[in-house]
C-alpha cells in the first residue's frame, strides 16, 4: 500500500517562503513521477509542478514558474517543493501525488494520471 505523507505547511507572509516535503513508501519511488496540485477554497484542485522519476526535468503550471522548485530525493523517497515569493493566491491545501505509471510523464499535470495522493497541508499567506 502506497502512502504519501505531506508536511510543511503553515501560515506564512505574502513574500516569504515554505518549504514542503511529501515523504513516500510502498512503491518503488524512484520509478514514478510526482506531482504537486492544490486546492484553494472554492476552487478546483490545480496542477503545480512535477518531477520526473530521474529528478532530470521538472514541469512548472504558469502560476508558479520562477517563484516554485520542485525536487526529489530518491534515496529518502521523498519530493520537494520550495516555494518562495509566496502570494495570497498560493493560499490552498496543497497535495503530493505518484503518477500511475512507471517511468511515465504522460499527461503530468492532469490529476486523473495519479493514482496515489497525500493528505495534504495547508499553506496559508497573509498580507
Known amino acids: 500500500q502506497v502512502q504519501l505523507v505531506e508536511s510543511g505547511g503553515g501560515l506564512v507572509q505574502a513574500g516569504g517562503s515554505l518549504r514542503l516535503s511529501c515523504a513516500a513508501s510502498?512503491?518503488?519511488?524512484?520509478?514514478?513521477?510526482m506531482g504537486w496540485f492544490r486546492r484553494a477554497p472554492g476552487k478546483e484542485r490545480e496542477y503545480v509542478a512535477a518531477?520526473?522519476?530521474?529528478?532530470?526535468?521538472?514541469y512548472y503550471a504558469d502560476l508558479v514558474k520562477g517563484r516554485f522548485t520542485i525536487s526529489r530525493d530518491n534515496a529518502k523517497s521523498t519530493v520537494y517543493l520550495q516555494m518562495n515569493s509566496l502570494k495570497r493566491e498560493d493560499t490552498a491545501v496543497y497535495y503530493c501525488?505518484?503518477?500511475?505509471?512507471?517511468?511515465?510523464?504522460?499527461?503530468?499535470?492532469?490529476?486523473?494520471?495519479?493514482?496515489?495522493w497525500g493528505q495534504g497541508t495547508q499553506v496559508t499567506v497573509s498580507s
Open positions: 501525488a505518484q503518477h500511475r505509471s512507471p517511468y511515465s510523464t504522460i499527461n503530468y499535470y492532469l490529476p486523473r494520471d495519479y493514482d496515489y
Open positions: 510502498g512503491r518503488t519511488f524512484s520509478t514514478y513521477t
Open positions: 518531477i520526473t522519476s530521474s529528478g532530470i526535468s521538472t
